[in-house]
């Protein structure tokens, strides 16, 4: 029996060196959707309103080994619970739940060869409500 569900793949993180550039490259090269940008990060939206998935740019100075590429997220039904069971299973927690003003709430757990992976929830409960420009 499991404490919590993985409800679907929700954001790909793509650690870039320069925002304006990757920003421009994803918005006018590729054309994929963008919403909330600040000076950190960029959401973009890729696939139909009831299958979209986030490519979320975050700008880095220095990435960490375990960073040179992407950052899986997965959206679950409850942040709390999955960070007790996973603490219960001896799992690393990088970040302990946090409260974001995009509208989630997220925590951040390394897999066994440190690659770090999101696990977070939609503050609301509602999937498809948009924060920020930034869809769930």
Known sequence: MTDFQIEKLNT???PVKDLDRSTAFYKN???IEQGFTDKSMAFFSVGTPEHK???L???IDEPEPVEKGIVI???VDNVISAVSSLRNRNVEIVQDPTDRPWGVKETVIADP???KIWI???VSGKQGEIK???SY
């Open 12 to 14: 790909i993180v793509v």
């Open 29 to 31: 090269v590729l054309h």
């Open 53 to 55: 998935i986030t490519i």
């Open 57 to 59: 740019l975050h700008i």
């Open 73 to 75: 997220e997965f959206l």
């Open 113 to 115: 060869d440190g690659y």
């Open 120 to 122: 977070v929830e939609t």
């Open 132 to 134: 920020n420009g930034y």
